[in-house]
């Protein structure tokens, strides 16, 4: 058996001190991530990164750092290497279908983000708040992509 890390990437959105935030369901329960998916195949981390926003959230976003790679092994035994970005929000489409299992995508502030009863899908969620919150960035060209 050949061993795979599972790549994803995850986007950071804050607007007026409130972050968007995605509510779906994982294994049963409700739980909040950041918007975030699975690289596909021939796909750019940046692509990817737009891609999973607008398909989980609605909404048009533009890239604007680097946030960092989290390597997170989950309880399920995958190994995740979670590329996390930081964007603006341009433009929401109320038209667009969610993703299935996205129950509603949320403008949340950090005093719900950070309380006893959040339920987040990982512990990367808060982390990457804290990162980002702490001022941590890194230039996109940071990456190359030669796809």
């Known amino acids: 058996m050949i061993w795979t890390a ?6 950071v959105v804050e607007q007026d001190g409130k972050f968007l935030m995605v509510e779906e369901i994982d294994n049963g329960c409700t739980v909040f991530n950041q918007p975030a998916g699975h690289l596909d195949e021939g796909e750019t981390l940046f692509a990817a990164a737009v891609r999973e926003t607008l398909e989980e959230t609605a909404w048009h976003v533009t890239l604007t750092a680097f946030l960092g790679n989290y390597v997170y092994r989950a ?9 996390c ?10 038209t667009l279908p969610l993703d299935e299992g996205i129950i509603a995508a949320h ?11 959040f339920a ?13 919150l702490a001022g941590q960035r890194m230039p996109l060209d940071a990456i190359q992509h030669f796809i």
């Open 85 to 94: 970005f930081i964007a603006t929000p341009d433009s929401h489409d109320a």
């Open 107 to 117: 403008w949340l502030g950090t005093e719900t983000i950070f309380s006893d009863n």
């Open 75 to 83: 309880p399920n035994g995958i190994t995740y290497v979670r590329h």
């Open 6 to 11: 599972h790549s994803t990437v995850a986007t």
């Open 120 to 132: 987040p899908r990982s512990p990367l969620v808060g982390k990457a708040i804290e990162d980002y």
